[in-house]
């Protein structure tokens, strides 16, 4: 019983953080951008076709798709951004939804049309298959490399946005554009490297994801509610308030899942709102 109880624990840490590689990148665009950007999860999308095409067509190993992944989802992050997402940047945030959700259908189309409906076959690399023993639990392999990773982005990301003159810009740059750009800041560099960083971080994720979350034309809107409730129940513009989110929401969406499978799929929901009524700012953000 008790090892069937840290089995789901560690699985729901492991989705969670699945959910946070993808989210954060949300987090940075909303929170320090201040741009509503729900095609976030396109952007995942394309991490993951990357990572398959690498796998499939070029041989590429799996640990050398998944930087490939980050760059390519950067890429386009960057080209999207001074093509589109610059215009909106000051345009109502109903404008900033209708824009991202049309360029979701449009990702959505897209992919079907390239790669067909069906999903997507990952084939992971047989160090990463299996179990392995922790402390006499024996866990998912890829699992625990999951988790691995995490942990190591999740403290680089903290360094870069506070203790890195780049952090520094960003942050002046989203409290006051006009002083920022006084002191010699590069703003509109500074928001499409941010936007760039927020975009490889969700492809990233989607190519970690594909053996865990699948990966079909539909994904973007498949997981676009929990990235973000990720957002909305850790708080913007923060690395930590997603962490614990994410982790949260992964811990009880696999437990309820397992224990009340009837209704496990709405286990999620009611958290939210109960987090949300105690914490309406996120559980580490700052009321306005």
Known sequence: MLGNALGVLFDGIAYG???????????????????????????????????????????????????????????????????????????HALDQVLFSIGLTFMSVA?????????????????????QVSVFGLDVGAYRLFLIGVVILIAAALGLLLEKTKFGAQIRASVDNQQAAAGLGINVN???????????????????????????????????????LLVVSVGGVGTIRGPLIGAMILGIFDVSGKYYVPDIGAFVIYGLMVILLIAFPAGLLGKRK
């Open 189 to 227: 560099k500074v928001f499409s490297l941010t936007f760039a960083l927020g975009s490889g971080m969700a492809a990233l994720g989607g190519a970690l994801g594909i053996d865990v979350l699948g990966l079909d034309p539909t994904f973007p809107f498949k997981y676009m509610v929990y990235f």
């Open 110 to 130: 897209t992919a079907a049309y390239f790669f067909g409906p069906s999903q997507q076959p990952v084939s992971l690399p047989e160090y990463l298959r299996g």
């Open 17 to 91: 953080g699945l959910l946070f590689l993808i989210s954060i990148g949300l987090s940075i665009t909303m929170g320090l951008m201040n741009f509503i950007n729900l095609a976030h999860g396109a952007f995942a999308m394309v991490g993951g076709y990357v990572s398959v095409i690498s796998l499939s067509a070029l041989g590429v190993p799996f640990l050398a798709s998944l930087p490939l992944a980050f760059l390519v989802g950067a890429l386009v992050g960057i080209v999207l951004e001074k093509l589109l997402y610059r215009r909106l940047y000051k345009a």
